[in-house]
């Protein structure tokens, strides 16, 4: 189960970023990201975005990374949960070389309107074969 999960992060375009404002109303965005290992997610976003001024308020995250492109009853996916924050714009570095395998645009900075934000994972699980979650390990 662990090897799949790291395979969903690895293989992965988009992840569903879900927060919550100060009162706790939730919000659930589609982001593209790249992972700095399985337990840190990067991407980018204009600080006026819902999501980040959710962060802003309340840092605590729920991130899914699932393939749409399956079936229901054989989607496979990975569950997380952590802490966003801001972090040091010279790791772009690690952003842009996963647009660059996308075949997307390098990232040489972080443009002045956006900020580079990171998602510290504190826990993954799967589903098993009764639809509950499992605690795995990623390394």
Do not use: C
Not at 3 to 30: C, H, K, N, Y
Not at 73 to 90: I, K
Not at 104 to 123: F, G
Request: proline letters at 7%; glycine letters at 6%; zero cysteines.
């Amino acid at each position: 189960m662990s090897a799949q999960a790291r395979a969903l992060i690895d293989e992965g375009r988009f992840m569903t970023l879900s927060t919550a404002d100060a009162d706790g109303v939730p919000w659930a965005s589609p982001v593209w990201y790249a992972p700095a290992g399985y337990s840190e997610l990067l991407w980018v976003s204009k600080p006026e975005a819902r999501h980040s001024r959710n962060l802003a308020a309340r840092p605590e995250l729920a991130i899914v990374i699932f393939d749409s492109r399956q079936t229901p009853g054989d989607v496979t996916a990975v569950y997380m949960e952590g802490r966003a924050q801001l972090t040091d714009p010279e790791r772009i570095a690690i952003f842009s070389e996963r647009s660059v395998a996308q075949g997307m645009a390098e990232w040489p900075v972080v443009p002045e309107h956006l900020r580079l934000y990171s998602a510290v994972i504190s826990q993954h699980w799967v589903l098993g074969s009764r639809d509950e979650r499992i605690p795995v390990t990623l390394e």
